[in-house]
């Protein structure tokens, strides 16, 4: 029940109407019989500062930021993870003692959840599209200590800015998606991994599509693993011409809720998180 003295954590983003977070965290929130609510918080590029400086005054436990903030708050947080400062980007804060926001980012364990079972190690990833996701799923395959990956992108300059932030990690390299030597890349690869929002279920589109389109996976063979970061629709286009191809897949689903397992247990301060409650919860809504 709401009462006088429910706290809240708040989702910051701006669109945030597609979020599952609040049907997942409310979940977990209600199993561990916490006195407080997760909602969602548009919030507009001019009033970003107001609103998160606000949040420090009131009953407000933490947040998750999203697009198109996760390097917008960075200048309003107080204490900044090693994690959060290397990949430049940040989607949990909590209020420290002083009442001043502590910064983190669970996208990485997010990402590397569904892999840990599957005790890949010194192998070869690919990596689609140089966005946001790209660099959480760079720093996991990094930490799964894979001995080469590759960054494919349609965009020379967001690809440039990615490998200069990860200079220090010998084994990356990027590709533009019209590179020659992608074929075999593609046919050799032990892991490929999709960051590109292509094949996403959106309002404007329907069509069922696949990153770089199908002739980029003509060497595809069932010795590499798709993951897909896409939660919604699952499998995704691509995940379904790779099981036609006898591949093993992975959704987004495990990372989504992983992260989000790693930001609750970031505001309760290590509290055991449940996560088939929260996989429960989104099984339920989907
Ligand atoms: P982002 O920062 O906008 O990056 C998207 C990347 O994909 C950019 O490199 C972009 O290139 C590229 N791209 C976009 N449209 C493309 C197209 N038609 N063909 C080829 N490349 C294209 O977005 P993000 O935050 O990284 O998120 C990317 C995806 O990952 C989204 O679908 C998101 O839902 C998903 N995701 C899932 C989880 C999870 O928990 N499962 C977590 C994070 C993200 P340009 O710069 O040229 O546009």
Redesign the pocket.
């Known amino acids: 029940m709401i009462t006088s003295k429910t706290s809240f954590i708040g989702l910051i983003g701006n669109p945030v109407t597609h979020s599952l977070s609040p049907i997942m965290q409310n979940a977990a929130l209600k199993y561990l019989g916490l006195d407080w609510i997760y909602i969602a918080i548009p919030c507009k590029d001019e009033d970003l500062k107001l609103i998160i400086n606000s949040l420090k005054k009131i009953n407000c436990i933490g947040l998750n930021i999203?697009?198109p903030y996760?390097q917008k708050v960075f200048e309003l947080c107080e204490e900044i993870s090693p994690i959060a400062n290397k990949l430049k980007a940040i989607n949990t804060l909590k209020l420290n003692s002083k009442r001043e926001w502590e910064a983190t980012n669970t996208?990485v364990e997010?990402?590397i959840y569904p892999l840990k079972s599957l005790n890949i190690s010194k192998r070869q990833g690919v990596v689609?599209?140089?966005?946001?996701?790209?660099?959480?799923a760079i720093q996991g395959l990094i930490n799964l200590n894979f001995s080469k990956i590759t960054v494919i992108?349609?965009?020379k300059?967001?690809?440039n800015n990615?490998l200069n932030n990860f200079a220090k990690d010998k084994q990356i390299r990027g590709l533009l998606?019209s590179d020659l030597k992608i074929s075999n890349l593609i046919e050799e690869t032990d892991l490929i991994v999709?960051?590109?929002?292509?094949?996403?279920k959106t309002e404007f589109n329907q069509e069922k599509?696949i990153?770089?389109g199908k002739s980029f996976w003509k060497s595809l063979n069932s010795k590499t693993i798709i993951y897909d970061?896409?939660?919604?629709p699952t499998p995704t286009p691509l995940l379904e011409l790779s099981e036609q191809k006898g591949c093993q897949t992975i959704?987004?689903?495990?990372?989504?809720?992983?992260?989000?397992a790693k930001s609750l247990s970031f505001w309760t301060n290590g509290l055991e998180v449940p996560f088939e409650i929260m996989q429960d919860a989104l099984r339920k809504y989907l």
């Open positions: 999203t697009i996760k996208d997010g990402f689609l599209g140089s966005g946001g996701a790209a660099r959480s992108s349609r965009n300059n967001s690809l990615l998606n999709n960051t590109t929002p292509v094949g996403m599509l990153p770089y970061l896409i939660y919604n959704d987004g689903t495990q990372m989504l809720i992983a992260q989000g």
